[in-house]
């Protein structure tokens, strides 16, 4: 009697294995392979399958095994086009993966400037913690950027995450200072240097600004030959984007 209840007891088993086994293949394939086939694009970077699979409006917040979403997986790789075509066409930003991982931590850790910066431009949650208890900002300080610490700092996020622009204004004899204005957009290096329009004269290597919040200034030489006309070129970066230049020191002398 024993032997009949435990024969039936592990038919039961058996069956509702099966059923399950089913039901996992039934899910597996509901988010299935037509979906998932957006990961393989993304990892081989083929940019009009990318734009087929975007037309035919599939999920673009389903989660692999791990947790990753698409977005996941072209930040990690880098890809600002692709990231910028996921969010257009509706990919979360915030979405943790099972390690705690937003987009936004992944690209900060990774040192992936512009896909942060395009990320923090467009909303993504700053304060977002992975399992090791670490944000974004943890992790743009570990990697010592000072272009996204002051993204993820700034009040002024709308003119942050304008393009670079700058300025030369004025060259100040008295003070031996050439000045400019930032006018939009974040400037981490802003270097000087003078080349003389006619030969005779050495050329003054780079100088490195001193930088106020909208505005910077260069010390020059006192020595600067009133007789020749230096040619001021300037160049600024932020680490993704570079604006260089030109302009004759006559144009600009007070």
Same mark, same amino acid.
Do not use: W
């Given at each position: ?50 734009? !087929? ?6 999920? @673009? /917040?389903?989660? $692999?095994? #791990? *947790?990753? &979403? =698409? %977005?996941?997986?072209? +930040? ?8 910028? !075509? ?6 979360? @930003? /915030?979405?943790? $993966?099972? #390690? *705690?991982? &937003? =987009? %936004?931590?992944?690209? +900060? ?20 913690? $992975?399992?090791? *208890?670490? &944000?974004? %900002? ?117």
């Amino acid at each position: 009697m024993n032997f009949l209840k435990n024969f039936a007891l592990i038919g039961s088993i058996l069956l509702f294995s099966a059923c399950s086994n089913s039901m996992d293949k039934i899910s597996i394939n509901s988010s299935s392979e037509e979906e998932l086939l957006i990961y393989d694009l993304i990892r081989e970077n083929k940019i009009s399958g990318i734009d !087929k699979f975007l037309a035919d409006n599939k999920n @673009l /917040n389903i989660k $692999d095994k #791990y *947790g990753y &979403t =698409p %977005l996941h997986i072209a +930040v990690r790789l880098n890809q600002l086009t692709t990231v910028e !075509k996921l969010y257009k066409s509706g990919a979360t @930003l /915030n979405s943790s $993966d099972v #390690y *705690g991982d &937003t =987009p %936004l931590i992944d690209s +900060v850790r990774n040192d992936s400037k512009a896909v942060s910066r395009f990320l923090i431009c467009n909303g993504a949650k700053k304060d977002i913690k $992975d399992r090791f *208890g670490k &944000t974004a %900002l943890d992790y743009a300080l570990k990697n010592r950027d000072l272009y996204t610490l002051s993204l993820l700092n700034t009040e002024k996020i709308e003119q942050m995450c304008k393009p670079l622009e700058i300025t030369i204004e004025t060259y100040n004899k008295s003070e031996n200072k050439i000045c400019g204005k930032i006018v939009s957009g974040f400037a981490s290096d802003i270097e000087l240097t003078l080349s003389p329009e006619n030969g005779n004269t050495s050329s003054i290597s780079p100088i490195k600004a001193t930088l106020e919040e909208n505005s910077y200034c260069v010390d020059v030489d006192n020595n600067i030959e009133e007789s020749a006309n230096f040619l001021t070129t300037v160049e600024a970066t932020n680490g993704i984007d570079t604006v260089v230049l030109t302009k004759l020191l006559s144009e600009i002398r007070d």
